[in-house]
């Protein structure tokens, strides 16, 4: 279980942080873009650390403040996640 769980978070954070890159470039370029509720979904999903990155990286929607909180909860919430199962010995 501890490798899948592992092999989970790397697959699902490089794919928020790929996504958020993506859109960032798409931005730049005035092209179609990623969807708030899809970038916000692969977060929730487990890719928050992934999305804080590339907000950090390339100050993506760094000037949402919905945005900001979405994934500070997203965050949280899988930070809170990956605790519980450490100190009960899940992982």
């Known amino acids: 279980m501890r490798e899948n769980l ?7 954070n490089a794919l928020a942080f790929l996504m958020a890159s993506v859109d960032k470039v798409k931005a730049r370029k005035k092209k179609w873009r990623i969807s708030e509720k899809v970038l916000h979904s692969v977060s929730f999903l487990g890719g928050a650390l992934g999305t804080v990155l590339a907000m950090i990286l390339f100050r993506h929607k760094v000037q949402k403040n919905t945005f900001i909180i979405a994934t500070a909860a997203a965050t949280a919430l899988h930070l809170s ?3 519980y199962l450490m100190v009960n010995k899940y992982v």
């Open 6 to 12: 592992i092999n989970y978070y790397l697959f699902i």
């Open 81 to 83: 996640l990956i605790i």
